[in-house]
């Protein structure tokens, strides 16, 4: 049997940089359409949403 290396595969600091930001670009990204689902929603439900009975 082969010995395996349980190091794994290391990165250099600047794959590690890249890595990092585009982890940030993608967090961004996701939160941007959060951001927009939301507001859309509150627009389509309108104003009356907050004139109704409870």
Do not use: C, H, N, W
């Not at 670009?25 to 959060?34: E, K, P, R, T």
């Amino acid at each position: 049997m082969m010995a395996q290396d349980d190091q794994g595969i290391r990165l250099t600091e600047e794959q590690q940089k890249k890595r990092r930001s585009r982890s940030i670009a993608i967090a961004l990204a996701l939160l941007a359409l959060v951001v927009l689902f939301y507001v859309v929603t509150i627009v389509k439900l309108g104003p009356g949403v907050m004139d109704r009975a409870l």
